[in-house]
């Protein structure tokens, strides 16, 4: 009989897998994409307010039998994500994954994918604009890769900007600086990232030092945008997670390169860039990676995380699933 499926809680995820982990998971599995061993669902959502979204991705990893979703809904900020597993031999039932820290590991994780392969060497400080559940997150990802030895931080409302200012110095060592500007929050950062749900664009490429990489993880769907069009003129590399996703949500992509395909030739994904090795050129200018959340980035850390819990005897077993006819009269 085959394995029951198992429900794996926040607290299985958290004890199993750290950030650095989620990072080499990302690297290991999202070259596949781009030889052809995994593939991305198209993202969808359905605006259920004026800025609150109901949420579907997914992919599917041959090399690893496996496929499956991410589903949530966002309203006013809050989120309870769940990933479902399922094999790809007999359709089983895999795993019901508690994803909230699952999600907020693996967008920081593909930050720190990026800003490793994309990011000045020797970078050791950052500026960062948000202060939602994922900026602390962000941070941590970007200190993985490139430590880091100054933080300067800015949101618009000077509370959680100094509330988030006081958990980043709980949490790490290094000097942390609460800016009340972009501008000053910008200046002479080689690392700037953005994680913000505005709907308007704030950082302008003059606010960009000029040999820098800008992170650009907010706006994940076309209500939202973050940085101006001027960016692209300075971007010697600009690299995605997923192109569909991109084309269709990202409304700084398409103002800038609206339908012409042969204008996205110099866009690169994040799988591309892994499996080609591809590094900061020398001299670049401004290197600019976009995330827009990407079905292969959670199934990476998911699958992760249900080989480990196999393999450890975590999670919950559910019940049995037994078939039953529906009922017609």
Known sequence: MADSPLWITEADVTSMVSLPDAINALERVLPLESQGDAQNMTKGHLMVAENDAMH?????????????FKNWINVRGKSETIVELFSMEDGANLAVIEATALGQMRTAAMTGVGTRRLAPQGADEMGIIGSGNQALPQVAACHAVRPLKRLRVHSRNPENRNKFAEAVRAEFDFEVIACDSLEDTAKDM????????????????????????????????????????????????????????????????I????????????????????????????????????AMGMGLSDLSLAIDIYQRARAEGRGHALPERIKTPPRLQ
């Open 190 to 253: 080689p690392i700037v990232t953005i994680v913000t749900n505005s709907t308007v664009p704030f950082l302008t490429a003059d606010m960009m030092a000029k040999g820098s990489h800008l992170n650009a993880m907010g706006a994940i769907i076309p209500a939202r945008i973050e940085f101006t069009d001027d960016v692209f003129d300075r971007a010697d590399v600009i690299a995605v997670d997923n192109f569909n996703s991109i084309r269709n949500l990202s409304a700084e992509f």
């Open 56 to 68: 579907v991705l997914g992919a599917s990893v041959a090399g690893e039998g496996i496929c499956g």
């Open 255 to 290: 103002k800038h390169y609206g339908d012409d395909d042969s204008g996205w030739d110099n866009v690169r994904s994040i799988s591309e860039i892994l499996r080609d090795d591809i590094t900061r050129p020398e001299g670049a200018d401004i290197t600019l990676f976009k």
